[in-house]
């Protein structure tokens, strides 16, 4: 059972970075241009606001995709193709933008707490994808699909926590 804990981590690790990595690069390079350009919905609120960009997307799938390939030459077996650290990575990145756009539809701004949604988006949005792709992986069930799901919810916001404490986000959640 340890085994297999261990290496759903391993795997979702590529989804973990692509999910991280935005908010580091995005302050790195000082420049963010929104997905949405501004653009309303029909409800009259922004698509997804200015947190989702173009930077952060290209930022978190790049980095996300090299942890995935860099864990895919040290364990081969992990994955089922060297593409599925870039489709984890995708699924991610499309998680995290959905969850944005469900935001915006309830009316929350920026940066406000959606609980769920916010941790457990971009973790679904990468396992879909690479079942998709793939079928799921050989090690998922239930007990284990929880324990990701728990151990992402604390990584989650431990990690928002960090990032608010080091300056690179103006909310600790």
């Not at 707490?113 to 457990?120: N, R, S, T, V």
């Not at 929880?146 to 986000?169: D, E, P, R, S």
Request: glycine share 12%.
């Amino acid at each position: 059972m340890l085994e297999k804990l261990t290496q759903s981590l391993i795997f979702i690790l590529p989804a973990y970075f692509a999910n991280g990595a935005p908010v580091v690069g995005v302050k790195l390079i000082g420049r963010s241009t929104p997905l949405d350009r501004g653009a309303m919905a029909w409800d009259g609120r922004r698509i997804l606001g200015d947190g989702k960009t173009l930077e952060g997307l290209l930022i978190g799938m790049t980095v996300g995709s090299l942890a995935g390939l860099i864990i895919h030459a040290i364990a081969p077996e992990l994955y089922r193709s060297w593409l599925e650290p870039l489709i984890l990575s995708a699924g991610a990145m499309a998680g995290d933008i959905l969850g944005s756009f469900i935001k915006r539809r309830f009316g929350l701004e920026r940066g406000r707490p959606a609980p769920g949604l916010d941790q457990l988006g971009f973790l679904g949005f990468a396992l879909l994808f690479s079942a998709l792709a793939f079928g799921p992986p050989r090690w998922l069930d239930a007990p284990t699909l929880i324990f990701l799901a728990a151990v992402t919810a604390i990584l989650h916001i431990g990690t928002n926590y960090l990032a608010y404490v080091l300056g690179l986000k103006s909310e600790p959640y």
